[in-house]
């Protein structure tokens, strides 16, 4: 019953790197997100994805690039990495939008730093 | 827009006290409202929802809530707090015609035996 699975769990970037965190579920479910978590900030929208070829931005989307070629895959990708992207990142899917009935579940996250 | 406000970044009880986390909400529609927990290094997981109907809801490990519309609050209840009720908190809203979750800044909980 592995859900949402997010690799790596840590890393540390220098300013100007890139990386791919990569996001895995297994619930065959449409709907795909990225949040980044800040402290005292909550939970901010990255990008997201309602299936396979779609992918759409969201309130933070700048510096992030995403695809989404298989219904299980959502990658996130940072191409030039900065200190403002230190964060904790995490995955997201659902069955469907409608949250009534839908729930997000959410993968354990990945924690960048970028020094 | 909707917008979510938490009062207190930081909330401690004594084992066995009374758990009250507040939640107040903005929303231009009649909202659906939410309650998430995030345990230490894991994702956030859902505590209990608020749709339509009764407006005291119950979730997991014995916490409720109640959305009073007319101050536009969701506040997260627990009669005893335990232990393992550590950790942090999310209040969030969402338009009911829309998949976009709005979330609050969060509250952690500590209890002290």
């Known amino acids: 019953n592995a859900g949402v699975t997010q690799t790596p769990k840590f890393r540390i970037l220098k300013i100007g790197q890139s990386m791919t965190l990569q996001c895995t579920q297994d619930m065959n479910h449409n709907y795909m997100y990225w949040y980044r978590q800040d402290p005292g900030m909550g939970l901010k929208l990255i990008y997201y994805s309602v299936g396979a070829g779609i992918t759409d931005k969201g309130e933070v989307p700048n510096g992030y690039n995403v695809s989404r070629s298989t219904t299980e895959d959502f990658p996130l990708r940072l191409e030039l990495a900065a200190p403002s992207q230190t964060s904790v990142y995490f995955c997201?899917?659902?069955?469907?939008?409608?949250?009534?009935?839908?729930?997000?579940?959410f993968g354990n996250g990945t924690r960048l730093t970028v020094t | 827009a909707q917008s979510v406000t938490q009062l207190g970044s930081h909330v401690s009880v004594s084992e066995g006290a009374l758990v009250l986390l507040r939640c107040n909400y903005s929303s231009s529609v009649p909202p659906y409202l939410f309650w998430y927990v995030q345990y230490p290094n894991q994702g956030l997981q859902l505590l209990l929802k608020?749709?339509?109907?009764?407006?005291l809801v119950k979730g997991i490990n014995g916490f409720e809530a109640e959305f009073k519309k007319s101050e536009t609050s969701f506040h997260l209840t627990k009669p005893s707090a335990h232990m393992s009720d550590a950790a942090e908190y999310f209040c969030?809203?969402?338009?009911?015609?829309?998949?976009?979750?709005?979330f609050g800044t969060g509250t952690r909980l500590q209890v002290f035996p």
């Open positions: 997201a899917s659902s069955y469907s939008r409608d949250r009534a009935y839908s729930p997000l579940h």
């Open positions: 969030a809203v969402s338009d009911p015609n829309t998949d976009k979750l709005i």
């Open positions: 608020y749709t339509t109907g009764a407006t």
